[in-house]
C-alpha cells in the first residue's frame, strides 16, 4: 500500500535508541531494558518485523500505513531498510521511508504519541509526510488521497499464468513499461524472491494471443484469514482496453485466495479513475479513504 508525522507529543519516554539486530531473525536478541527502541533492519533480517505485520493484518482490509506486502515489494532494493520498533522484546510498530513519506503499521494498542515522538528523528526537513502515524502539529494532506478498497474470495476466470524464474523478464518488461521511471529489474526481482518476503508473493502475468507481455501483477500473502494485498499492478501501454490488467488482478486474486486469504486489498489515489475503474471492474469495493499527515506548512 502507498504513506508522515512530527513535534513532540505531551509523553514522556524513556530515551528512544536505533540500533541493529544482532542476531539475525530472533526477537528474543532485543534488548529488554528500554522502554521503547528502534532498529534499522536490513533486507535479510527482516523476518520478525513481517511475522509482526503479519500478526497484525485484520480480516478485509491492512490498518495502518504499512501491510507485510508493502514490505516485500520494498525489498526488491539492495539497500531496503525496514524499522522495527519494539517494547521490550514485543514488536510495536513497523515502517519504513518510501522517499520522503514515512509509512507505519503499529500494533493494536500502542503508544502512538510514543512512537510519533521517536519519528522526529528520521522525519528531517524533506520527509515531510507520514503515512498511518499521526504527528502532532501536522495536518491531513488535503490535495491527495488514497482509496483502499477489497475484494472477497468467489470464483473467477482469468488468462492469467503465474511467474516463475522463466518469466522474469516479461514480468520485469511490463512494470517497466506501466511506470514511468520504474528501476525495476531482473535482479531486483530475484532479490525480492529471496527475501524473507519472497515465499509469500504470489505473481501473474498475462499475455496477448501472439504472446507479448500485456499486464502483470504482484500479491502478497499474510496468512491464512488474513487479508492479501496487491502491490503493484500494471499492464502495458500497449495493451490497455483489452481487460488484460482485470485479468492479471483476477488470477493473483485467485492465487491468494487459493493460499487461504480471506480478502485482497489494493491502494491506489482517488484522483486515478482508471485504477479505480479497473478494481471496480474486478469485484474491489472501497473499504476507506485515506490521508496521509503533512508537516504544516508555514506561513
Known amino acids: 500500500m502507498p504513506g508522515h508525522a512530527h513535534g513532540r507529543g505531551g ?3 524513556r530515551r528512544l535508541v536505533e540500533k541493529p539486530l544482532r542476531h539475525r531473525g530472533a526477537l528474543a536478541s532485543l534488548p529488554s531494558v528500554i522502554s521503547l527502541a528502534r532498529h534499522r533492519l536490513n533486507p535479510a533480517e527482516t523476518g520478525p518485523a513481517l511475522r509482526a505485520l503479519c500478526e497484525w493484518t485484520p480480516v478485509d482490509a491492512p490498518g495502518g500505513g504499512l501491510h507485510p506486502g508493502d514490505v516485500g515489494w520494498y525489498l526488491r532494493l539492495d539497500d531496503a531498510a525496514v524499522f522495527l520498533w519494539t517494547d521490550a522484546v514485543a514488536p510495536v510498530a513497523v515502517g519504513f521511508l518510501d522517499g520522503p513519506v514515512l509509512r507505519v503499521t503499529a500494533a493494536p494498542g500502542a503508544d502512538l504519541g510514543a512512537l510519533a515522538v521517536d519519528a522526529e528523528e528520521l522525519l528531517v526537513p524533506g520527509n515531510d509526510w507520514s503515512d498511518g502515524l499521526p504527528v502532532p502539529g501536522w495536518e491531513l494532506h488535503q490535495e491527495e ?10 470464483p473467477v476466470s482469468s488468462r492469467a499464468e503465474p511467474v516463475g524464474e522463466a518469466g522474469a523478464a516479461d514480468r520485469v518488461l511490463v512494470q517497466r513499461s506501466a ?13 525480492m524472491k529471496r527475501s524473507p518476503a519472497g515465499g509469500s508473493a504470489v505473481e501473474a502475468l498475462v499475455r496477448t494471443p501472439a504472446g507479448e507481455p500485456a499486464a502483470a501483477a504482484t500479491g502478497w500473502f499474510a496468512g491464512v484469514g488474513r487479508c492479501g494485498l496487491l502491490e503493484p499492478v500494471g499492464t502495458h501501454p500497449d495493451h490497455r482496453g ?13 492465487a491468494l485466495a487459493h493460499r487461504g486469504a480471506s480478502a485482497v486489498a489494493v491502494a491506489t489515489p ?8 479497473l478494481y471496480r471492474s474486478a469485484g474491489f469495493t472501497v473499504v476507506r479513504e485515506n490521508r ?3 508537516r504544516a506548512r508555514r506561513a
Do not use: I, K
Open 270 to 277: 482517488s484522483t486515478n479513475d482508471a485504477a479505480v475503474a
Open 11 to 13: 509523553r514522556a519516554v
Open 179 to 191: 511506470f514511468t521511471g520504474s528501476t525495476f529489474t531482473v535482479e531486483g526481482w530475484r532479490t
Open 292 to 294: 496521509d499527515w503533512a
Open 242 to 254: 483489452h481487460g488484460y490488467g482485470r485479468d492479471a488482478v483476477l488470477g493473483t486474486c485467485a
Open 145 to 154: 488521497s488514497w482509496l483502499v478498497m477489497s475484494w472477497t474470495p468467489r
